[in-house]
């Protein structure tokens, strides 16, 4: 059983590009799409596999600690890169640490940049 849910930033993320050298370091301002899937085993009492409303409230918590931000200054970013890589990571080690319903199995989250552009991380529970 999966589920999935597709969430666009509103307002930018800034990183940095290059090697962070000051020549290289500019700031752009990028708008990601983050689809977020959800395996589990079975189903709730209610006959669902999470409640998307409490799913839909952390997408939300997320996009507001990351709105208007620079990547390169927020602690998970410290000594990386800002990639989609790590950022897909460290979206979904989040959001797998805040799911509490016990029958999800794994959490896979993709980052959009663009219409092609994307990095991928799953997460077995």
């Known amino acids: 059983m999966r ?3 597709r969430r666009e930033t509103p307002t930018g993320i800034a990183t940095s ?3 962070y050298s000051l020549e ?3 700031l752009s301002t990028n ?3 983050i689809e977020l899937q959800l395996q589990g085993g ?9 409640d998307i409303v ?3 409230a952390m997408l939300n918590a997320l996009v507001a600690r990351y709105r208007d931000q620079t990547l390169n200054e927020l602690s998970e970013f410290a000594g990386l890169n800002p990639s989609i890589e790590h950022f897909s990571r460290i979206l979904c080690q989040t959001l797998s640490a805040h799911i509490q319903a016990d029958n999800i199995r794994a959490v896979t989250v993709r980052l959009w940049e663009n219409e ?3 990095a ?4 077995e529970r």
């Not at 079975?42 to 999470?50: A, M, R, T």
């Not at 991928?120 to 997460?123: A, C, G, K």
């Open 31 to 33: 708008h990601y799409q």
């Open 42 to 50: 079975s189903l709730d009492q209610h006959g669902y596999l999470v």
């Open 24 to 26: 290289a370091y500019i």
């Open 116 to 118: 092609i552009a994307w």
């Open 3 to 5: 589920s999935r849910s």
């Open 17 to 19: 590009a290059g090697d």
């Open 120 to 123: 991928s991380y799953r997460q």
């Open 54 to 56: 409490e799913i839909e």
